[in-house]
Every structure is written in structure tokens, then in C-alpha cells.
């Protein structure tokens, strides 16, 4: 389920005009909807199934994500995911998000 839904989601992304924040933010909350929804479904997805193009993507909400569901097995699925694929490091530096995400849940730890 989440592989298709987020496929959809992607594919209206890639056709909204950039520029157009509030379809962006409107589609982005749907995608922390989706991957917040079940996280054991989640984990799976990235673990095995997620591909370049929607590790990309993903990660544009990771932060959110895991300050909505603070969440450290996400994060160390993507890390492993990023390791699979090493080129979308290099052109989205993934790394900077991943390390984002670890401080949301340290400072989170520290409250």
C-alpha cells in the first residue's frame, strides 16, 4: 500500500509547479500522513523496496517524520538505504537530512 500511495504522491509532485508552496506543503504532510500511519510498514518499505528516485523524495519529509513520530529505526533504514544508493547522496546530499533528523531526536532525549 504505501509503495503505491506513495508513487501517486510522487507523480503529483513532480507535476506541481515549484513554486506553488502550498501544494508542496499540502502533498508533504499527505506523505508524513502515510509513512507516520504504520511505521513497522514503513521501516519494511524502506528497508526493501524504496528505490533512488523515492529515497530522494523521502527524504524531503524526513525530518518531519521523524519529529512526528521520533522514530530512530526510520532513520537508521534510510542510512542504509543511502548506502544503496550512493549517487543520490551525491546529488541531494541525503547525509545533511540524516543528520538532521538524529539531532531532532537528541535534543527530544535531552527535554
Given at each position: 500500500m504505501i509503495k503505491e500511495e506513495f508513487g501517486k504522491?510522487?507523480?503529483v509532485?513532480?507535476?506541481t509547479d515549484i513554486n506553488?508552496?502550498?501544494?508542496?506543503?499540502e502533498l508533504w504532510n499527505k506523505e508524513i500522513?502515510?509513512?507516520s500511519s504504520n511505521l513497522e510498514e514503513t521501516v519494511s518499505f524502506i528497508e526493501n523496496e524504496i528505490s533512488a528516485d523515492q529515497l530522494s523524495w523521502f527524504c524531503e519529509i524526513l525530518e518531519s517524520l521523524v519529529e512526528k513520530?521520533?522514530?530512530e529505526r526510520i532513520i537508521s533504514s534510510v542510512e542504509?538505504?543511502?548506502?544503496?544508493?550512493p549517487e543520490e547522496e551525491k546529488k541531494y546530499n541525503l547525509?545533511?537530512?540524516i543528520r538532521s533528523a538524529k539531532i531532532l531526536i537528541?535534543?527530544?532525549?535531552?527535554?
Open positions: 504522491i510522487i507523480e509532485l513532480e507535476n506553488n508552496y502550498e501544494a508542496y506543503e500522513a502515510l509513512f513520530t521520533k522514530s542504509n538505504a543511502v548506502k544503496k544508493y547525509q545533511g537530512t537528541e535534543n527530544k532525549s535531552l527535554l
